[in-house]
């Protein structure tokens, strides 16, 4: 299998659909795609939470847990690492990559604010020389906040977290037009969200290496949700959907996997 690193360079940009439970992490797997990652956002509201209080880390690690056994690359999103110390940010990291984790996703906000870049940089630093293997996508927010929301203040904070050892940056929030010189102006790989306007062979072209999906397919399935009952409600007729037998079988098979 081509390793998680590798992904990053090939002809395409890496197209990584986020999973927030076993079911939707199945889905992914069973269509082919040979990475998914986790979205703090999908975690943290099927428990009932905001996104990006720290409030997804006992949910997402036990995720991790279960969707280590599928066979795909796994990267997991884990907000700004859940704790102020680069140690233990870089202990539980560890910990993910000891149950097969190829990637983790590490922000550089809390609580919808940026925090100084040295201290993502020092978790940064923190992970990579614990755990030289996990491919870390070190996210950048200026843009996602409107925070000091410039192209040169991402380059400047992109800057320092490749230093400090990180394997690629993520950029949400960010616009066509700024894509072409940030992607200039990062020597890593770069990380977007998935483009209402723009396909990824469009954003591989402005020299985007991996689109992501982000809570997208979460947020999208509470709306077929909220759909189907409107249309049950209003006696139209109901869409189609994957048979109850068939995602029975995948589950069946997925727990026999696990006590074997």
């Known amino acids: 299998m081509t390793t998680?690193?590798?992904?990053?360079?090939?002809?395409?940009?890496l197209l990584l659909p986020n999973a927030w439970d076993v079911g939707s992490a199945l889905?992914?797997?069973?269509?082919?795609?040979?990475?998914?990652?986790?979205?703090?956002?999908?975690?943290?509201?099927?428990?009932?939470?905001?996104?990006g209080y720290r409030s997804s880390k006992q949910?997402?690690?036990?995720?991790?847990?279960?969707?280590v056994r599928l066979p795909i690359h796994l990267t997991v999103d884990i907000e700004?690492?859940?704790s102020d110390d680069p140690v233990e940010v870089a202990e539980f990291v560890a910990t993910l990559a000891g149950l097969g984790v190829a990637g983790i996703n590490l922000e550089d906000s809390r609580s919808g604010h940026l925090v100084d870049p040295a201290t993502a940089a020092s978790k940064i630093a923190a992970i990579k020389h614990r755990s030289p293997d996990v491919f870390i996508n070190a996210r950048v927010d200026n843009l996602w906040f409107a925070e000091d929301?410039?192209?040169?203040?991402?380059?400047r904070r992109a800057h320092t977290y490749a230093d400090s050892g990180a394997d690629g940056i993520f950029v949400p929030g960010i616009t066509v037009q700024d894509i072409p010189r940030i992607t200039a102006g990062i020597l890593l790989p770069?990380?977007?969200?998935?483009h209402p306007t723009m396909t990824v062979t469009e954003l591989g072209?402005?020299?985007?290496?991996?689109?992501?999906?982000?809570?997208?397919?979460?947020?999208?399935?509470?709306?077929?949700?909220v759909g189907i009952a409107n249309a049950l409600r209003g006696n139209k007729p109901l869409p189609?959907?994957?048979?109850?037998?068939?995602?029975?079988?995948?589950?069946?098979?997925?727990r026999q996997g696990i006590s074997d």
């Open 205 to 225: 072209k402005l020299g985007v290496r991996r689109v992501s999906s982000g809570s997208l397919p979460y947020r999208a399935a509470v709306d077929a949700a």
């Open 80 to 82: 700004d690492g859940y």
């Open 240 to 254: 189609a959907a994957t048979p109850y037998w068939e995602m029975q079988s995948h589950l069946v098979t997925f």
């Open 4 to 13: 998680f690193h590798e992904l990053h360079h090939t002809d395409a940009p």
């Open 149 to 155: 929301p410039s192209v040169d203040a991402v380059l």
């Open 27 to 51: 889905a992914f797997a069973n269509a082919g795609f040979p990475a998914v990652g986790t979205t703090s956002f999908g975690i943290a509201a099927s428990a009932g939470y905001p996104d």
């Open 190 to 194: 770069v990380n977007v969200l998935a």
């Open 59 to 67: 949910a997402t690690a036990a995720l991790v847990t279960q969707l």
